[in-house]
């Protein structure tokens, strides 16, 4: 009888743990077709994998501790949807791998690869969530002669995320304000590898329709000798009615040379679906060395539409419209290569996601 006891009591004990945490495996699968004309260089067609949400798999969980206190893990892994592939080859967790400690009265810890805070003030008023043939990433790219290459080459840089990273955030229930504050090592600091040392912070406040928040962070590494690579970021949005109108300001600064990118977007709700449209420029000022870049400037276009299936599945259409000056030779992604200087690329899309 006493051990039939004890088993009971470990029994429900195990249950009430098990109450008491959560582990979740979703994710989002999203292709699309899309055609690209740059000027001079023809049109190519292609399929291409998450252009209104980037499929992944995730797994992650939270385990109650009690007190308010409780512990959690998220493991996001890209897909390539088109071609079944990782998105990363180095990476298999690319798009976040961390483990964290909650409080409800002190925040949160959290521990691992992540996004940096400058992106997040960003991509969050970017309509198009800064994917696809109409997204704001278009111009955050190592290919033009400008601050990020100097910065990072062709290796991986700290636009978007950063591993290594330590990361502390506000709680909740403080009147709207939310931010937080990140330390990344940079464990030698060798670009080739992704090791960056990084410093960042963000804070904003959201409240009765309006969000405003402006975002700062520092990246050093080996090629960073001649000044650190600084990302700023400035944002705000409205919504009225229907209609939530967006603004954000970003620009990148390392050595002689700074990239600033204003953006302005718009999305109304439509019955079922949400139209979206977006203008954004980008303005390079300075040099790389010896090398000017003052004309290598661009602009993009955007529209699109999202049609809701369910809370799940959707059908989306996007249209984008590059404008080069000078040398720059901002694309849409897909396109044939080679595009010239000051020439226009064109592209649109037609795709269906679906989360699980």
Avoid: C
Avoid at 25 to 30: E, N, R, T, Y
């Amino acid at each position: 009888m006493k051990h039939i006891l004890t088993f009971g009591a470990l029994a429900a004990a195990s249950l009430a743990a098990q109450a008491q945490s959560t582990v979740v495996l979703g994710g989002m699968a999203d292709a699309a077709v899309r055609s690209v004309n740059n000027e001079g260089r023809g049109s190519v067609k292609s399929m291409v994998s998450g252009s209104n949400s980037t499929s992944r798999l995730f797994f992650r969980g939270t385990e109650d501790l009690g007190r308010g206190l409780s512990a959690g893990f998220h493991l996001e892994h890209g897909i390539l949807l088109d071609a079944g592939a990782a998105a990363q080859a180095t990476q298999f967790w690319d798009r976040r791998a961390t483990v964290s400690l909650s409080s409800r009265s002190l925040g949160e810890l959290r521990l691992g690869r992540d996004f940096i805070p400058s992106y997040l003030n960003w991509s969050r008023f970017d309509p198009f969530g800064y994917i696809g043939a109409a997204g704001a990433n278009n111009f955050i790219s190592a290919t033009p002669n400008g601050p990020i290459r100097s910065a990072f080459g062709t290796s991986p840089n700290t636009t978007v995320r950063s591993s290594n990273a330590a990361q502390w955030f506000l709680p909740g229930g403080l009147g709207g304000l939310e931010g937080g504050v990140l330390v990344a090592a940079g464990e030698g600091g060798t670009a080739a590898n992704g090791q960056h040392k990084v410093m960042g912070g963000r804070l904003g406040w959201a409240g009765g329709g309006f969000n405003v928040s402006v975002a700062s962070t520092t990246s050093e590494n080996n090629l960073t000798t001649t000044g650190k690579f600084k990302d700023n970021a400035i944002g705000g949005s409205a919504t009225l009615g229907s209609v939530r109108l967006s603004t954000a300001w970003r620009q990148f600064k390392q050595a002689g040379s700074k990239q600033t990118t204003m953006l302005v977007g718009a999305v109304m709700r439509l019955g079922s679906g949400d139209l979206k449209a977006s203008w954004v420029k980008v303005d390079m000022a300075g040099k790389v060395g010896t090398t000017v870049i003052d004309a290598n400037d661009a602009q993009q276009l955007a529209l699109g539409y999202v049609h809701n299936l369910s809370k799940r599945t959707a059908l989306y259409a996007h249209f984008s419209r590059i404008d080069n000056d000078g040398a720059a030779t901002y694309v849409v992604p897909g396109g044939a290569a080679g595009i010239a200087g000051g020439k226009t690329s064109t592209g649109y899309e037609f795709g269906l996601r679906h989360n699980f």
